[in-house]
Nanobody, 130 residues
Framework: QGQLVESGGGSAQAGGSLRLSCTAS????????MGWFRQYPGKEREGIAL????????VYDDSVKGRFTISQDNDKNTVYLQMNSLKTEDTAMYYC???????????????????????WGKGTLVTISS
C-alpha cells in the first residue's frame, strides 16, 4: 500500500520560515487530494492546507491563509507546505494525509480528506519560539 513520509519539521523563531515535505510512495498522482493537518495537544486534528493533485486547486484554513502555501512536485510524488511568518501558535504536530485511490470528482475538502484518507503520515513536530 501507499506510504506517507513527512519531513522538515523542527524549531524556528517567530517570524521565520519552515518547509514541510510529504512524499507519497507507491501512490498514483493522477488525481485525488492531499493535505496537511495540524493537531494541538488535546485537540482534534484539523485540515489547514489541501491541494487537488489533479488541477492544483488549493484550500486553506483562515489561520494560515496568506502565510502558508501548499504545492506539489509530481515528479517526486511530493507535497510541500511552505510556512512563512511563523507564530508561536503554529507550534503543533503536523500530519500529512492523502486520498489518491478514490473516484475522480470528489471535492477536496478537509472533511472529505479526513474521512476518505488512505493513511496518515506519522507526523512532524513544529516548535516556534518567541
Amino acid at each position: 500500500q501507499g506510504q506517507l513520509v513527512e519531513s522538515g519539521g523542527g524549531s524556528a523563531q517567530a517570524g521565520g520560515s519552515l518547509r514541510l515535505s510529504c512524499t507519497a510512495s507507491k501512490y498514483d498522482f493522477n488525481f485525488g487530494c492531499m493535505g496537511w493537518f495540524r493537531q494541538y495537544p488535546g485537540k482534534e486534528r484539523e485540515g489547514i492546507a489541501l491541494i487537488n493533485v489533479g488541477d492544483g486547486g488549493q484550500v486553506y484554513d483562515d489561520s494560515v491563509k496568506g502565510r502558508f502555501t501548499i504545492s506539489q512536485d509530481n515528479d517526486k510524488n511530493t507535497v510541500y507546505l511552505q510556512m512563512n511568518s511563523l507564530k508561536t501558535e503554529d507550534t503543533a504536530m503536523y500530519y500529512c494525509a492523502a486520498d489518491l485511490d478514490g473516484e475522480e470528482g470528489v471535492v477536496c475538502s478537509p472533511h472529505n480528506l479526513y474521512y476518505g484518507k488512505d493513511s496518515w503520515g506519522k507526523g512532524t513536530l513544529v516548535t516556534i519560539s518567541s
